[in-house]
């Protein structure tokens, strides 16, 4: 999966898509996702790194990934090829 | 130094439904290839451009459109007298076919401009839209014009509810059921006559790009903005520019196969299949022109060159995710101010 390449995230969460003119917020948690996923760190890199640092558990944790990346495809917000995996 | 123009300016009612005069005059103001003196040319004389004196040098009043170009040609040749104008810039619809008509007269009075052709801006009419689809291979919603109330039950033959009744020139409303399109239909027929267009509604977000076209098929500024703020008028109040290569390739496509000239907005939704809809063509600078100058695309300067015959480069880039956000703002002025534009027609 990627994110589109002109598609960032600000400091504080802003998520602007030059393509539509849309903005997102996104809380800190979403902000790291965002941030792995557009380094292209693979679905194992990210479900470690959550479980190591939060109070969490793979189940939990696989459930908002999935909600998070559904939002970001609904949103227009990943490579066309890669919208259609999901 | 850069040399002094004389340009006249129209479209000067900076209201809640704008007129882009005074957008224009912004970003001639900040030209950095002339320096300006900026007249004014008002209908009403409570358009709030004619007493923004540290915009526009005077203001003169002009007569309506409707009043004929004989009219408007004398009134002209007296401006011409006092003020020696290089270049106009009419910014009304209304108005357009007036000054196109004038243009070759103007030309001899020493005066340019950089207006459409009479052709471009016939066959771009809300009443011509389908066939302007079809002959440049844009897609357009189904539209057709009407001229009486009872054509109106016959609409279902052609139309899903809901539909778009629009006016002439302006206004457009979203009709429910044939009896909301027919007190669409009185309403707008009264304010701007007839015929009344009836559009297929397209439910989807709303795209605009304003431009210019050197008049041979090259685009020498574009610039994709999304409405963020919808005024009851359906005038954006707010916005953002955008960078869509779909909205680029399509701009570029309308200007290269009408080889337009001179600037222009097209008005576009993009539907839930994300297909781009063309839904007009209005064929001059929108009330928002002054974020083109905003990204770095000063269009009225560059049209103003245009008009001038220089040469003129297109531009290449611009800045993605500035916003405009219009306000209102009150002046205090003179009652003496108004009695003089009002009397006189000059202040």
């Given amino acids: 999966m990627k994110i589109k390449k002109n598609v960032a995230v600000s400091e504080s969460g802003y998520i602007f898509n030059p393509s539509t003119g849309e903005s997102f917020s996104v809380n800190p948690s979403g902000i790291e996702i965002f941030n792995m996923v557009k380094e292209q760190k693979s679905y194992e890199e990210i479900s470690a790194h959550f479980l190591k640092k939060y109070n969490t558990d793979k189940d939990t944790f696989e459930k908002d990934y999935n909600d998070f990346i559904g939002m970001l495809n609904h949103y227009l917000l990943l490579e066309k090829d890669h919208a259609e995996e999901n | ?347």
């Fill in chain 2, 1 to 347: 130094m850069p040399k002094k123009i004389n340009i006249a300016v129209t479209g000067l009612n900076a209201i809640d439904s704008p007129g882009p005069g005074i957008a224009v005059i912004r970003g001639l103001r900040e030209a950095k290839s002339f320096d300006v003196r900026i007249i004014g040319l008002a209908y009403e004389s409570l358009e709030p451009g004619i007493y923004m004196h540290d915009l526009i040098d005077k203001t003169y009043q002009i007569p309506y459109p409707s009043t004929g170009t004989d009219s408007l040609l004398k009134r002209l040749e007296y401006i011409q007298e006092q003020e020696n104008l290089d270049v106009i810039i009419p910014n009304f619809d209304a108005e357009l076919f007036p000054f196109i008509k004038l243009s070759p007269k103007l030309k001899e009075m020493g005066i340019s401009t950089f207006l459409p052709t009479e052709s471009q801006f016939e066959e771009r009419h809300k009443i011509n839209l389908p066939d302007f689809g079809k002959k440049y291979n844009i897609r357009v919603p189904h539209s057709k014009a009407i001229f009486s109330t009872v054509e109106i039950p016959g609409l279902v033959q052609e139309f899903n509810y809901p539909l778009v009744v629009k006016g002439k020139y302006y206004d457009a409303e979203i009709a429910h059921t044939p009896e909301q399109v027919q007190a669409y239909f009185t309403k707008i027929s009264n304010k701007w006559g007839l015929p009344i267009i009836i559009q297929q509604y397209v439910k989807g977000t709303e795209y605009n790009a304003t431009g210019l076209g050197d008049g041979k098929g090259n685009a020498i500024s574009i610039v994709p903005m999304r409405k963020q703020y919808i005024t009851d008028k359906g005038k954006a109040w707010g916005g953002i520019s955008i960078d869509e290569e779909e909205i680029f390739n399509l701009t570029r496509h309308f200007i290269k196969t009408t080889k337009w000239r001179g600037g222009f907005e097209l008005e576009l939704i993009k539907d839930f299949s994300n297909s781009f809809y063309l839904l007009e063509v209005n064929p001059r600078m929108p009330a928002w022109i002054y974020l083109s100058v905003g990204v770095g695309q000063n269009i009225p300067e560059a049209l103003v060159n245009l008009a001038l015959e220089e040469k003129v480069e297109p531009y290449t880039d611009f800045a993605v995710g500035k916003m405009f956000i219009r306000y209102s703002y009150d002046m205090i002025v003179d009652v003496e101010e108004f009695h003089k534009i009002s009397t006189l027609g000059e202040l």
